[in-house]
């Protein structure tokens, strides 16, 4: 980011990887689908709620997904467009699903947001923007669904300015909104946009202009909206500042770009927004020291593991964000938890529920690592060098349950599904130290229908949840001897988790008080590093 920072090789340096982050129903599985349309790589976009499996969403593939319209894995998705090569994480939209998108957030460079012109900004969006930035993410901002009734144009922009602290700059400019919306005026190249309202699979007509004061204009819009057209953007250019790329790759402004995802429009200006300014590769930071992109030895971390993509193979694919170098198929990697040597062999490419095989992909890119299990996430894979990769993190959570297979025969089978989602991350799952059976722990509700669902899908064991006597859990740290004089005094307290970490589980407050009271050499944590 940064004048002197060394030139990246062009290969990595056309490289650009992002997540998009919004409110649910803000239109952001709407919008990944238009990306992969302009981007040559579906022929056509289904709708969420389309008919039939011909269109159906192609960024969302597990069933439930399908079934409700909502994102809630965060699947990768590469593609090319011009001289970019982008690798767009797509993110659960829904808040129950939010350990997942912050991991995800680990493995970008910068984040698209989107919010809804009607409502403009709301909480799960505000929670998100404060992990971007907490990671000092660059952040492109997509105002939606503007061809819908929507809010002053003005109100958004300062919602946007006062709720999340940050300078907003318009890219473009909507022309009315609701059923008079036209298009926009595109601010960075001085260029009118039209939308046809036709054909929603269309790229926007561009007419270049001679700014604001081209007699042209008056050919393609309405003497009024004109005349207020002039006016917004006279009293924009007064009161916004001016885009630049310096801060807006700092993390202290957002150009923000208005649209209608559905009738693709606004999508392509976005697309060219991140290609032109979005940055490159990032260094990634490790225990041990940043890893620059443009190191030639590879060296990568898992941040996400997705169990049974394909059903009919017990499969798991481990999503590595490539931190450094040439990766090519083949290669062996030592796999630095373990220490053991890994050939990957069948690396993957993703064009959401596609695969293909992988020759190769550079620093920037997400490739999937299928695996029968060694690759969990935090782990990293180098050349050689021992690095730990950091800020993955695992939250506590805050719901509780105790699982049971209806059929008692089943109940080993259930074990080994727990342990498959847990190491995914798709939920905890705690082992009492006293009594059998499993506690699952989420940080949303829904995570509990969505696993009964995998469970009983995946695995055919149809199971059941019952309340738990505990409200949430605390990883222990500290003096082992202390440790271990607490945990024999709390037996009932006492669990360990998928990794083997010691968890004490908590009713009330009080209990968590009362241990730091008594024991005050020790910690009590709610968040866990992720680190191999």
Not at 365 to 392: C, K, M, S, V, W
Not at 466 to 483: N, T
């Amino acid at each position: 980011m940064l004048d002197n920072a060394p030139t990246l090789p062009p290969e990595i340096s056309r490289r650009r990887t992002f997540a998009i982050i919004a409110h649910p129903d803000a239109g952001k599985t709407t919008l990944t689908e238009k990306f992969l349309l302009f981007g040559g790589a579906i022929q056509m976009a289904g709708q969420v709620r389309a008919k039939g499996e011909a269109r159906r969403t192609r960024s969302d593939f597990l069933k439930m997904e399908q079934d409700r319209g909502i994102s809630v894995s965060a699947s990768a998705m590469s593609f090319e467009y011009r001289e970019f090569r982008y690798n767009l994480v797509d993110t659960p939209g829904h808040s129950d699903f939010s350990e997942d998108t912050y991991r995800t957030l680990t493995a970008v460079d910068a984040a698209i947001m989107v919010i809804d012109g009607a409502k403009g900004v709301e909480s799960q969006t505000r929670k998100l923007f404060e992990v971007c930035r907490l990671r000092d993410l660059p952040i492109l901002t997509f105002c939606n669904k503007m061809d819908r009734e929507a809010r002053d144009t003005f109100e958004i922009i300062d919602e946007i300015q006062e709720n999340l602290a940050i300078d907003v700059a318009p890219a473009s400019w909507p022309i009315g909104s609701g059923r008079d919306f036209l298009g926009a005026y595109d601010l960075l190249n001085d260029r009118l946009e039209l939308m046809d309202r036709a054909d929603r699979n269309k790229v926007a007509e561009s007419i270049r202009l001679n700014g604001l004061d081209d007699p042209r204009l008056a050919d393609h819009i309405p003497a009024d909206q004109l005349a207020q057209l002039r006016e917004e953007i006279a009293m924009a250019r007064e009161l916004l500042p001016a885009f630049n790329r310096e801060a807006f790759l700092q993390g202290a402004m957002t150009p923000i770009w208005f649209g209608s995802a559905i009738n693709s429009f606004g999508v392509k200006e976005l697309m060219e927004g991140i290609g032109n300014f979005g940055p490159e590769p990032q260094p990634q930071k490790a225990a041990e020291r940043a890893v620059a992109a443009e190191e030639p030895k590879v060296t990568g971390f898992v941040f996400k593991v997705q169990a049974n993509m394909d059903p009919k193979h017990r499969d798991r694919v481990a999503f590595v964000r490539l931190a450094s170098g040439h990766f090519e198929r083949g290669m062996k990697l030592t796999h630095v938890r373990s220490k053991k040597l890994m050939a990957v062999t069948n690396p993957v490419l993703f064009l959401a529920a596609d695969r293909e095989l992988a020759d190769e992909a550079w620093a920037g890119d997400i490739i999937g690592i299928p695996n029968h299990g060694q690759l969990r996430i935090g782990d990293a894979l180098t050349e050689g060098e021992t690095l730990r990769f950091t800020g993955i993190p695992s939250f506590a959570p805050e719901l509780l349950q105790n699982i049971r297979a209806t059929d008692p025969m089943k109940a080993k089978h259930l074990e080994k599904a727990l342990m498959q989602f847990a190491e995914e991350g798709a939920a905890k799952v705690f082992k009492p130290a006293i009594g059998s059976g499993f506690i699952v722990g989420v940080v949303g509700a829904l995570q509990f229908d969505v696993l009964a669902s995998r469970i009983g899908l995946e695995y055919q064991i149809p199971v059941r949840f019952e309340p738990s006597q505990f409200a949430s859990a605390r990883w222990i740290s500290g003096d082992r001897d202390e440790i271990e004089k607490m945990v024999n005094l709390n037996k009932q307290h006492i669990a360990t988790d998928n990794d083997g970490d010691l968890v004490f589980l908590t009713r009330l407050q009080w209990d968590i008080d009362r241990v730091a009271r008594d024991y005050p050499a020790l910690r009590l944590t709610a968040t866990k590093e992720m680190m191999a």
